[in-house]
């Protein structure tokens, strides 16, 4: 009995302090929620800077983004309207976090890439209805310059289509340059924040790698803009975490962005502290 005993005391002392644990992680969460909240008030929402017109971070709006790129997405189709409503993203995980995920739930289709299987199989799950309904497709590939527009042909993607989301978090920069056949309206690309406006940074391209959780991945914002002026894109605003960078094709653009396009104009520093998840946890079923 003694034995038991003791087994009944130490299981319950393990037990309290689980609980502990989870309630000072809830505590913690509302407390990083809420400073988040004040920071982007005072930082963003509330900064003269980014009142003006051509400042589309002040659009900023999180649904199922990582940070607040579905509220500049829906601002910059607004100023420039649809076409065919096709998106094409990967690096998407399981599709709960993409910069897609929200368009799906506004009558968009498209394509989404991942080169983990466990991830698309969760998405074939979760995502069940919509890819029966042929508005989701899904494919399982490693991603490499060489490969991906025949990825996109096995995927029957339009020539031009409304949005492209490129988030691989290591040989982004290449995988763009080598998509040539195929004209997105919008580009959504994540950039090296570590690396200033005049930086002309890109990692030297490694088919087979992928990230090492250091600072060599991708390619600076200096970077992406002027691969962005030879493919002809303007960029349009740089997310204000300082993640991912918006480009508009110069054809389509008219009068709805003012200048200058430039890393030294809509470059924002890394704010990753940022990220947070507010009320319930973003969970796709489509």
């Not at 009995?1 to 913690?28: H, I, P």
């Not at 497709?137 to 996109?152: C, D």
Request: aromatic letters at 14%; a negative charge; glycine letters at 6%.
């Amino acid at each position: 009995m003694g034995k038991f005993k003791k087994w009944k005391e130490v299981l319950y002392t393990k037990l309290r302090r689980t609980l502990y644990l989870e309630q000072m992680d809830s505590k913690l969460g509302t407390m990083h929620a809420l400073e988040v909240d004040n920071y982007l008030q005072h930082n963003l929402y509330n900064n003269p800077k980014y009142q003006v017109p051509e400042k589309l971070t002040r659009f900023e709006m999180q649904v199922f983004s990582q940070f607040g790129e579905d509220g500049i997405l829906r601002e910059i189709f607004r100023r420039i309207g649809t076409t065919n409503k096709y998106f094409v993203e990967f690096g998407v995980e399981d599709g709960s976090e993409t910069n897609s995920t929200y368009l799906l739930y506004q009558d968009w289709k498209g394509l989404w890439i991942d080169g983990d299987e466990r991830f698309t199989s969760a998405i074939k799950e979760s995502c069940a209805n919509a890819i029966s309904q042929k508005k989701l497709t899904v494919i399982t590939s490693f991603i490499t310059a060489e490969n991906i527009e025949s990825i996109f042909a096995r995927g029957n993607v339009p020539e031009e289509f409304d949005l492209l989301s490129i988030d691989i978090d290591r040989n982004d920069y290449y995988i763009w340059k080598a998509i040539t056949h195929y004209r997105p309206r919008v580009v959504i690309i994540e950039y090296n924040a570590v690396f200033p406006p005049g930086d002309h940074f890109v990692v030297p391209y490694d088919a087979n790698a992928m990230w090492d959780k250091s600072s060599n991945y991708g390619a600076s914002l200096e970077a992406l803009a002027k691969l962005g002026e030879e493919k002809g894109y303007k960029l349009v605003a740089g997310s204000f975490a300082g993640l991912n960078a918006f480009f508009v094709r110069e054809d389509v653009m008219g009068d709805h962005f003012t200048g200058p396009f430039t890393a030294a104009n809509h470059y924002e520093e890394p704010r990753y502290f940022l990220y947070t998840k507010k009320g319930h946890p973003r969970k796709i079923s489509l």
